[in-house]
Structure formats: C-alpha cells, structure tokens
C-alpha cells in the first residue's frame, strides 16, 4: 500500500503520548505520514523526522478565539493540505476537527477522520461563554458530518451525545477506547504498599489536583496520611492551567512531591498504590487511568464520561463525586487502609485492560475505519 495519511492535531506533545504508536503502526503498513502540529519542542519534532514522518508547522492557540489569528490558521492549513494532497485525514481535538473538517467539505472531498478525545470544557462547562460556544461548534459539527467521515470517539457517552444532537446523520460514528496500551511495557507489579498516592496529568484546573491536595488536608486531619506525587506537563496554552509557581510552592510547603515532566510512567506507576485522577470535566478515557489499571493499581477517580469507561465502581477502583474533596477523601482513606481491596483493584483493572485496552485492539479499529473510508 501506498498511501498518504495527514494527521492535523494541535500541538505536538500530545501527538508524541498519545498518537505515536498508531503512527508507527500504519507507516509499517506502507503509509506515508505526515503530521501537521503546533511544535513547541525541537526535540519532538526531531524525533518524529527521525522516524520518516514529515512534519509541517501549524501555530494552533488552543484558547485562542481572535478570529484574525484563526482565519490565518485556516488558510495557512489549506495550503498545507494542497501541497501534502493525502489520500486520507485524519483529525485529531475540537479546533483541527472544526478547522480540517470546513476546508475538507469546501475544498478536497478527501476521506476524513475526526477523533473526539474527550469533550472537555467546551461541553461541560456550564458558564455563559462555554454554553455559547458549545452551540456554535455543535453547528460546524453537524456541517462537516458527512458520509466520507467518520466520528471516532473514546467512550460510548461521547458517541451518545453526538447522536443525540444530531452530528451523526449519516451512521458515520464508532468508538475506539483509548489509545491503546502496550500490555508488555505496562506490565502487572504488586503496590509497594509505601502509603503514597500519583497525580500524574496535565497541570489543569480541571483535572482536580486542588480537590485532591483538599482531600489530603481532610485526612491529615483524620491521622490518615500519604505521599502525593505529582507528575506532569504544566500547559500554558489553556485557560485553567496551573503555573509552575504554584506547583513550586506546594512543593516548597511540602504539600505534594513535585517531579516534574516524567518519562518513565512504567517505573513511576509501580512506585505507587494508588492512582487518583480526580478529574471534573469529561475525558476520553484517560490515558492515565489505562496505564494504571494495566501495571495493577487500584485507581480512584471521578464519576464523569470517559472515566467511567476504564473504572467500574468496586471493581477496580473507585469513582468519587467531581469537585467532591469529602468524598475523595473517603475513597482514599478505604484504599489506603484496606490492604485486600488495594490489591483485588488492580488485578481486575489489569483483566479489564488486556480485555477492552490493548494496542492491538485499538489498531485493528483504527485500520479498519481507515479502510471502509478509502473504499467509498
């Protein structure tokens, strides 16, 4: 085979955690890939070349809506997709999805992918400029559905949403859970039983770290205590972001164990008992949260779409109330002091994942989407 598939996403760490593998996958099936992004880091896009992969700068402001910057973003994409001229699409967040999907429909006509990774604030929140905005991009969604594209979602309550507001008139929906997850690289370690709890996410308001922290005063207070290790990539370009001043000064107060941007989350998650995703908006299924329940932690999170995918409450984890640091707190205080259940989570976490998560599965879809799209 010899095709060319362009991958429009927004910035170019997220390509590398989360699309890499599947990107790889596909070039070894003979794809040509090419990748339009926002490169933030030399090194990323340097490795990605170094893999065969062409990669085309796209200055992509997340939380932007000056609609000046955005109508050059627009056209400078046209032009991108003119010269790359792929076989197939493949768009992956709200903004490429919006922004491929209006020129694809205006101007190419080409196969195309749009890949709902979570719906975010933009449907959950329910302020004022979010609901706003929400019915806006509804509108796009529904004008770029068609029969050559396919809605490829993480959960089934996306999916769901989408029907119910009509963007999937033409059938054209599917779910794919996750990322995929490499079950030999993740594999199943016993808890170090060492009383510590990882934080492990985008340095966002909304993944919950301020109800967590919250929820560790309540049961300092109780005699219950614990590490909170907290690891991950501090993420100016969102309006919720958390500044690296502030993580510096819980770690200064000795709040949290602060480790920067960790590579190794294989070694990372086995230096912990619990994974806690305290997340208040909607997710895919958090990438996070696969890991975790794939090396056999017990996890606890909230109760919201995308979480509820990878955690059956009781099960392998255990699902607290959003913005609820009472109940984090009691949730962490059970699995803290239960031993037994500790250990019962994430061997069921681990069945559920090799069931449901695996990179094979998640490649396999993908393929065969790509494949009934090239056929129309």
């Known amino acids: 085979m010899n095709k060319t598939l362009v991958f429009i996403i927004n910035v170019d760490w997220y390509f590398r955690l989360h699309w890499l593998e599947r990107a790889e996958y596909f070039q070894s099936l003979g794809y040509s890939i090419h990748i339009i992004s926002n490169f933030t880091d030399n090194a990323t896009r340097d490795e990605l070349i170094s893999k065969g992969f062409v990669c085309y700068e796209l200055s992509v402001r997340r939380k932007s809506i000056n609609l000046l910057r955005e109508l050059r973003s627009i056209f400078k994409l046209k032009v ?6 792929p076989d197939l699409i493949h768009c992956v967040t709200i903004k490429p999805n919006v922004y491929g999907g209006l020129l694809n429909r205006l101007f190419f006509n080409k196969p195309i992918i749009y890949s709902v990774t979570g719906l975010g ?4 929140s329910t302020s004022l400029k979010f609901v706003l905005l929400r019915r806006f991009v509804t509108v796009l969604l529904r ?10 979602f993480e959960n089934s309550e996306d999916y769901q949403l989408f029907v119910d ?3 999937l ?3 054209n929906g ?3 859970k996750g990322a995929g997850i490499d079950l030999t690289r993740f594999a199943p370690s016993s808890p170090p ?3 510590s709890v990882l934080f492990a996410a985008r340095l966002l308001k909304d993944k919950g770290l301020h109800c967590l922290i919250d929820a560790k005063n309540i049961l300092a207070k109780r005699g219950v205590d614990f590490t909170l290790n907290v690891a991950g990539i501090v993420d100016d370009d969102v309006s919720s972001a958390i500044s690296l001043h502030q993580i510096e000064q819980w770690a200064r107060e000795g709040v949290i164990n602060w480790l920067g941007n960790v590579q190794d989350m294989p070694r990372l998650i086995g230096e912990n008992d619990i994974v806690c995703l305290p997340t208040t908006y909607g997710e895919g299924v958090p990438r996070i949260l696969i890991e975790a329940a794939s090396c056999q932690r017990a996890i606890i999170t909230t109760d919201v779409q995308g979480c509820r995918e ?3 409450h009781e099960s392998n984890g255990l699902l607290a109330e959003p913005r609820d640091e009472v109940s984090l707190a009691d949730h962490l205080q059970t699995l803290l002091l239960d031993r037994y259940k500790l250990i019962e989570f994430g061997i069921r976490g681990r069945e559920k994942v090799e069931n449901e998560f695996s990179q094979e599965m998640v490649f396999e879809r993908t393929h065969k989407v790509y494949n009934e799209l090239l056929r129309l």
């Open 80 to 85: 991108l997709i003119e010269s790359i001229n």
């Open 121 to 124: 604030a933009v449907f959950s």
């Open 143 to 152: 004008l770029i559905s068609s029969k050559k594209s396919r809605f490829v």
């Open 165 to 167: 507001v009509g963007v």
């Open 169 to 171: 008139k033409h059938s």
């Open 174 to 176: 599917t779910i794919i």
């Open 193 to 195: 039983m060492n009383k």
């Open 310 to 312: 990878i955690v059956t």
